[in-house]
C-alpha cells in the first residue's frame, strides 16, 4: 500500500502538482500512515526515484526538481514534530551564495532537497564573504559548507569557495569541514569545483543532496 | 572577400559562401579593449560602438552587438540599480517587483526609443549602422516574456509564481512583459537591427516539463511575437537545451533560426530543421577557459562537422567570460575559419 501512495506522490510532484501531491499525503495521514512512514516511505524514495531518473539521463526538468523540492522540505517540515521520537538529523550545513552572486534559486532548491533528506540546512542568503560561511559554520557545528553561484566570475571569485578553502587550512578545520559547491558555470565546466578547491559539486539539487550527505558522513565519525 | 552580412544571407538562404558565418559574443571584454571599467564603459554608447567595431575588425568574426547586458531590461520597466563587478557582467541590483501589488504599477513605456534607460543603446546602434550598416549583421537581445519575471521579482519568487499560482497574478505580469517584448521588438525593427535574440529559459524542457512548455510558452511566445515580422528573429535559450520543441516552434511561431545549447544534439537538431531554418551550432565556451589549442581545434573541428553538411548554419558562442585567455579566442576563431571553409565545387 505504501509503494502505491509513494507512486501516486511521486507522480503528483513530476507532474508539478502541489496541490495533488499534498492530498495524497493527507489521504495517508487520515488512513493512519505514521509520520515516519509519509518520511521515509513517502517523500525520501520519491527522491531517491527522481535520483535513479537523473542519473539514467531521463530529462526531469528544473521545475520538476523546484517541485520536490519545495513540496518534499514542506511535507518534512510539517512531519517531523509528529514523530513518536525526535529524529536525529543527519547533518547540517550552511548555505548561500558567493559574494557578487544574486542569484537565489539554486540554493533555494538544494534546501529544499536537504531538508526533504532530514538534512538541518542554515541558509545565509545571497552575497556571502568567506568569513562568514566559516565563522557560521564553526558556531552551528556545520559539517559541510556549501557555495551557489550562477556566473563564471564569482565561482571563480577569491571571496567565494577558494577563500572558504583558505580559511579552512588557516584555522586547521580541513579535517572537520567540507566544501561543496554548485550552479550554472560547474554544469558547464565539470572540473571546475577543482579549480575553486571543492571538495565536490553536483549538478542539480537531488544529487546536491546524496553528494553533500556523503560529504556529511565522510566527517562524522 | 565577403561581408558577415553575405555570409549570412547564404547560410540563410544555402547560396554558396566562402565559409560559413562565425559569431563571437564579446561583451564585456569591450572595457578592456577601450582600458576602462565596466561602469565607465556601459554609461557610453559611444564606447561600446566603438569597442564592438574594434574587436570585429581584429578578430574578424561575422556580427556586432548593441546589447549592453541583459538587465538593462530591468532598467526599463524602473529598476534603478545594478550592481557592477571588476571582472563580469553588471547584475540587476534591485527588485521592481517585491509584492504582487507592484505588477499593477509596472508601466511599460510607450515609446522605447525615447526611454532614458535606452539612449545609450540608441547612440551605440546608430554608430553602428553608420559604420557597419549592411556589412556586419547587428545583433540585438529581446527577452521573452515568460522569462523577463526573473529579473523583475528574481528567479526564486517567479519560479513559485509560475508553479505554483495564483495564475490571474502570474498572468498579470505575463501580460505586462508581453507588452515589453513586444514594443522592444517594433523599437529594434524600426532601428534596423538586423537579428533579435529572442531569450526564452523558460521555452526549455531543459526548464520546464514539455506539457507545461505547449500549455503556457507556447501561447506567451505567440503573443510576444504576434505582430512581429519573423525575419532575423533567433530562437535561444539562454543555453538552456531546446532539440525536443524545434518541430513546434517551427510550426507554430515559424522562427527562421535557432541558437541551440551546446548540449543539444547538433546533427539531431539539424535534421529535425530540415533545411527550414538556420541551425546555429554553439560552443561551451566557459570550457574555452582551460582548454588547450588541441581541444579547442578538435571541440571546433565536432560542431562544424556536426552541423555543416547540408549547409544553412552558423558557428557561434554563448556570452564569452572574461577570463578566456585571449590566445583561446583566437584559436577558437581561427578553427572556425578554417574547418568553416566552404570549397567551390
Ligand atoms: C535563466 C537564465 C537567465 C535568466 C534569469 C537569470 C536570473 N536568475 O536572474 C536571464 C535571461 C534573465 C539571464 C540573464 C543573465 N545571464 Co543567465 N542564464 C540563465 C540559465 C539559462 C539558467 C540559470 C538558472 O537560473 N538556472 C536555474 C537554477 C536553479 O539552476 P542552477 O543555478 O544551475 O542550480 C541547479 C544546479 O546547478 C545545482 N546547484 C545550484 N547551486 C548549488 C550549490 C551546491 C552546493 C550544489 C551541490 C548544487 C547546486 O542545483 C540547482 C537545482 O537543480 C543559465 C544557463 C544554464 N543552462 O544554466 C544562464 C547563465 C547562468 N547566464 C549567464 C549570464 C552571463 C547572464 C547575464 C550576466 C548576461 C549578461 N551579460 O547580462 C545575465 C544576468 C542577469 C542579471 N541577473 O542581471 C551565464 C553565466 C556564465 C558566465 N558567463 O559567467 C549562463 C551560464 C549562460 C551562458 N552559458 O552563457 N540568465
Known amino acids: 500500500m505504501l509503494q502505491r501512495v509513494m507512486r501516486l506522490y511521486a507522480d503528483a510532484v513530476l507532474d508539478t502538482d502541489r496541490d495533488r501531491a499534498l492530498q495524497v499525503v493527507t489521504d495517508a495521514v487520515e488512513a493512519h500512515v505514521s509520520p515516519e512512514e509519509v518520511v521515509f516511505e513517502i517523500v525520501l524514495p520519491s527522491l531517491e526515484s527522481m535520483m535513479t531518473a537523473v542519473s539514467e539521463g531521463q530529462g526531469v526538468s528544473l521545475a520538476q526538481h523546484y517541485m520536490a523540492a519545495q513540496i518534499g522540505a514542506e511535507v518534512v517540515e510539517e512531519m517531523i514534530p509528529r ?35 532530514m538534512v538541518d540546512v542554515v541558509d545565509l542568503g545571497l552575497n556571502i564573504p568567506a568569513e562568514r560561511f566559516v ?54 565546466d565539470p572540473n571546475l569545483y577543482k579549480a575553486v578547491e571543492a571538495d565536490a559539486w553536483a549538478e542539480n539539487g537531488i544529487l546536491a543532496g546524496k553528494v553533500i550527505t556523503d560529504l556529511i558522513h565522510e566527517v562524522t565519525p | ?37 565596466l561602469e565607465e564603459y556601459y554609461a557610453s554608447g559611444e564606447c561600446v560602438a566603438e569597442a564592438q567595431l574594434r574587436m570585429c575588425a581584429r578578430f574578424g568574426y561575422d556580427n556586432v552587438w548593441s546589447l549592453f547586458y541583459v538587465g538593462k531590461e530591468a532598467e526599463l520597466m ?51 549602422r553608420s559604420e557597419v550598416g549592411g556589412k556586419q549583421p547587428i545583433c540585438a537581445y529581446v527577452t521573452a516574456s515568460m522569462t523577463m519575471p526573473a ?20 498572468d498579470r505580469l505575463l501580460a505586462k512583459c508581453a507588452d515589453l517584448c513586444r514594443k522592444r521588438l ?125 549547409g544553412h548554419f552558423l558557428f557561434g558562442t554563448l556570452v564569452m567570460p572574461c577570463s578566456i585567455p585571449e590566445e583561446s579566442i583566437c584559436t577558437m576563431l581561427d578553427a572556425a575559419y578554417e574547418f568553416g571553409r566552404i570549397g567551390t565545387p
Not at chain 1, 536525529?88 to 548555505?95: L, Y
Not at chain 2, 529579473?151 to 502570474?170: A, D, I, N
Request: glycine share 10%.
Open chain 1, 83 to 117: 514523530f513518536a521520537a525526535r529524529p536525529a538529523t543527519v547533518g547540517r550545513v550552511i548555505i548561500g551564495t558567493a559574494p557578487g552572486d544574486f542569484h537565489g534559486l539554486g540554493k533555494r532548491i538544494v534546501t529544499g532537497c536537504l531538508k526533504a533528506m
Open chain 1, 135 to 188: 565563522d557560521e559554520a564553526v558556531a552551528r557545528h556545520a559539517q559541510v559548507i556549501a557555495v551557489s553561484t550562477m556566473m563564471l566570475h564569482t565561482a571563480l571569485g577569491e571571496g567565494g569557495s577558494l577563500g572558504v578553502r583558505r580559511l579552512l587550512r588557516e584555522r586547521g578545520l580541513e579535517g572537520r569541514i567540507r566544501i561543496a559547491v554548485g550552479g550554472a558555470p560547474y554544469r558547464f
Open chain 2, 186 to 310: 517594433a523599437a529594434y525593427h524600426e532601428l534596423g537591427v538586423d537579428i533579435v535574440v529572442y531569450s526564452n529559459p523558460f521555452g526549455s524542457t531543459d526548464f520546464i516539463p514539455l506539457k507545461f512548455f505547449h500549455e503556457l510558452s507556447v501561447p506567451w511566445m505567440e503573443r510576444d511575437l504576434a505582430s512581429a515580422a519573423s525575419a532575423g528573429i533567433v530562437y535561444y535559450c539562454g543555453s538552456a537545451r531546446f532539440g525536443a520543441i524545434i518541430d513546434t516552434i517551427l510550426d507554430k511561431l515559424a522562427l527562421p533560426a535557432f541558437y541551440l545549447s551546446p548540449h543539444d544534439d547538433i546533427a539531431a537538431c539539424k535534421t529535425v530543421i530540415a533545411g527550414r531554418a538556420l541551425t546555429c551550432g554553439i560552443i561551451n565556451d566557459i570550457m574555452l577557459r582551460t582548454w588547450t589549442r588541441d581541444e579547442i581545434r578538435a571541440e571546433v573541428k565536432r560542431i562544424i562537422d556536426a552541423g555543416m553538411p547540408g
Open chain 2, 1 to 37: 572577400m565577403m561581408t558577415g552580412m553575405e555570409r549570412l544571407k547564404a547560410a540563410i538562404n544555402g547560396t554558396p559562401a566562402d565559409r560559413i558565418p562565425v559569431f563571437c559574443n564579446l561583451l564585456d571584454q569591450g572595457a578592456g579593449e577601450l582600458g576602462m571599467s
Open chain 2, 151 to 170: 529579473m523583475l521579482m528574481g528567479m526564486e519568487k517567479w519560479m513559485q509564481l509560475l508553479m505554483m499560482g495564483p495564475p490571474e497574478v502570474r
Open chain 2, 78 to 128: 524602473g529598476c534603478g540599480r545594478m550592481i557592477y563587478a571588476a571582472d563580469g557582467p553588471p547584475n540587476v541590483g534591485e527588485m521592481v517587483v517585491r509584492t504582487y501589488d507592484d505588477i499593477d504599477k509596472l508601466t511599460v513605456p510607450d515609446d522605447i526609443t525615447a526611454h532614458p534607460a535606452f539612449a545609450e543603446e540608441m547612440k551605440c546602434l546608430r554608430i553602428l
